[in-house]
C-alpha cells in the first residue's frame, strides 16, 4: 500500500555498480553458489520489471505513485502475458541443476511456477494470482486468468466452487494482502530454508515487508552468506556478505556465464489429461506439472473416426459421450491465447480404456508461435488447425489473443540462447555486457 512506499530521495534514489565492479561481484557468486551446501533464492518485485511488470517501490513503482498521487504514463504487460525474465529462466536452470536447493518468492504474478519451477521448490509466500483453493478441502485450482474477483481488501471468495465430490465449497483466491497471515506451509519452509541456508541470494526485494523480510535475516544471522542484489538500499545491507547494485538479469547473465551454465529461452509448456470413465464418457482437462487442476481452454471438442462433428464445450467441465468400441479421437483446444497461443489439434490420439486416463504434453514457443507435442503416441499427429473447417474455432481465441501485447524484445532469443554452455575455465571468452 501507498504507506509502505519509501519516503525519502535516498531510499528511492538507484545505484549502479560500475560494470568491472558487476563482474567481480558475480564472480565472486558464481563461485559461493558452485561451492554452497544449501543455497537458496529469494525474488521480489524488481526481477519482473525487465518483462513489462512494475514493481512497488521503485521510482516508477506502484505504491510509490500512488503515494506522490501521480498516474503512471509508461507501458506495462499483463502478468497474464508477461516472458519469464532471464532471471527467472537462470533461477529454473540452477533449481534443475541442483546448484540451488530452494526458491522463496514474494511475487504474485506466477512468473516462477510459469517458467516452470517445481513447486515442490517454490514457496510462493503472497500468494498466486493465478491459483485458488477450496476453503473447506484447501484442493487448489490453477487458472489461466486473474483468480480475484473480490473488491475488497480482506475479501477472497471468487464465485467459483470446489468440484471435489461432495465438497462443493467456497474457492478463494491465494493473494495474501497487508494485515494477512501467510500460508502456513510456504511460510514453514521458507523458515527452514532461511535457517538451513549457508547461501541466500536476495533478488530484486525492497526486504522491508515482514515476515517475508525475516527469512533472509534469519540466514545472515546464524552465520550464512546473504547476497542483496537491489537497485535501491534495503534495511538488511548491512548484514550481507556482499551488496550488488544492479539489474537483476545483468547479474544473473554473469553469474551464469561464470558457472558455464546456458540460460534457455522461456517454452510455455502445458499438459492435457484425457480420463474415460465406465460409463463411456471423456474427460479433457488442464493439469499443472504435480497433478493439480489447471484452467486452460476456452474450449475443446472430441470428435471419433465416423461419428458426426461433436460440438465444441466452451465450459468446464469438458466431457464427451463416446461411441461404443471408439479406440481414438481427435482433440481440439483452444486456448486463452495469452501468448496468442493458435488453437490446437491432436489427431487420432489414442484413447485411455475405461477407467483409465492419459496425460500429453506440450510445448509452445512464444518467439515462433508454434506447438510441439514431444512423445505423442505412434499414429497421432499434433496440427495446428488453420483450414477453412477450424476458421470458427479459431475466431473463438481472437478476443483474448488480440488483447496479448506483441512485444518484440521479450519474444527475441536471450543472447545465451543459441550458444553451447561455455567452458568452466573462463578462458578466451567475454563477459556480457551490461545493460545501460
Not at 481488501?153 to 495474501?176: A, F
Not at 537497485?231 to 548484514?239: K, M, R, S, V, Y
Request: proline content about 8%; some cysteine.
Amino acid at each position: 500500500m501507498a504507506h509502505t512506499a519509501h519516503q525519502t530521495q535516498e531510499e528511492i534514489l538507484e545505484r549502479f555498480d560500475e560494470p568491472d565492479v558487476l563482474e567481480e561481484k558475480a564472480a565472486q557468486i558464481a563461485e559461493w553458489i558452485a561451492n554452497a551446501r544449501h543455497c537458496v533464492f529469494f525474488t521480489g518485485a524488481g526481477i519482473s520489471t525487465s518483462a513489462g511488470i512494475p514493481d512497488f517501490r521503485g521510482p516508477d513503482g506502484v505504491w510509490t505513485l500512488r503515494a506522490q498521487n501521480k498516474t503512471r504514463t509508461k507501458p506495462t504487460t499483463s502478468t497474464l502475458s508477461a516472458i519469464p525474465t532471464k532471471t527467472h529462466m537462470a533461477i529454473k536452470t540452477l533449481l534443475e541443476v541442483s546448484k540451488v536447493k530452494h526458491l522463496i518468492s514474494q511475487n504474485t504474478d506466477g512468473l516462477h511456477r510459469r517458467s516452470g519451477v517445481d513447486v515442490g521448490q517454490l514457496s510462493e509466500l503472497h500468494g498466486n494470482s493465478n491459483l485458488e483453493r477450496c476453503a473447506e478441502c484447501h484442493k487448489e485450482y490453477l487458472r489461466d486468468y486473474r483468480c480475484r474477483t473480490a473488491r475488497r481488501v480482506h475479501s477472497h471468495e471468487t464465485g467459483r466452487r470446489c468440484t471435489v465430490p461432495g465438497c462443493n465449497g467456497k474457492l478463494q483466491d491465494s493473494i495474501i494482502n497487508f494485515g494477512e497471515n501467510l500460508p502456513d506451509r510456504a511460510l514453514q519452509d521458507g523458515f527452514y530454508h532461511g535457517k538451513h541456508a549457508d547461501l541466500m541470494i536476495c533478488l530484486g526485494s525492497s526486504l522491508t515487508v515482514t515476515p517475508a523480510a525475516d527469512m533472509p535475516r534469519e540466514t545472515a544471522q546464524r552465520g550464512g552468506r546473504l547476497v542483496v542484489c537491489n537497485l535501491q538500499i534495503t534495511p538488511l545491507d548491512g548484514l550481507s556478505a556482499l551488496r550488488v547494485f544492479a539489474r537483476c538479469d545483468d547479474l544473473m547473465e554473469r553469474v551464469m556465464w561464470h558457472l558455464a551454465l546456458a540460460i534457455l529461452p522461456f517454452i510455455l509448456r502445458r499438459r492435457v489429461r484425457l480420463a474415460r470413465d465406465r460409463a463411456g464418457q471423456v474427460l479433457v482437462e488442464g493439469v499443472d506439472r504435480d497433478g493439480s487442476h489447471f484452467s486452460l481452454f476456452q474450449s475443446c471438442a472430441l470428435t471419433t473416426p465416423g461419428a458426426a462433428p461433436c460440438r465444441a464445450v466452451n465450459r468446464e467441465p469438458f466431457a464427451f459421450p463416446l461411441p461404443t468400441g471408439a479406440a481414438a479421437a481427435d482433440l481440439e483446444l483452444v486456448w486463452m491465447g495469452h501468448y496468442s497461443e493458435p488453437p490446437t489439434a491432436l489427431d487420432r490420439l489414442p484413447l485411455p480404456p475405461p477407467g483409465g486416463a492419459a496425460v500429453h504434453d506440450l510445448e509452445y514457443d512464444p518467439r515462433t508461435r508454434r506447438w510441439a507435442c514431444p512423445g505423442l503416441p505412434e499414429g497421432a499427429a499434433l496440427r495446428t488447425p488453420d483450414d477453412a473447417l477450424s476458421d470458427q474455432i479459431a475466431r473463438l481465441a481472437i478476443g483474448t489473443a488480440a488483447s496479448a501485447p506483441r512485444r518484440t524484445a521479450s519474444r527475441s532469443p536471450p543472447p545465451c540462447a543459441n550458444r553451447s554452455p561455455p567452458r568452466a575455465t573462463g578462458a578466451g571468452r567475454s563477459p556480457p555486457r551490461a545493460g545501460p
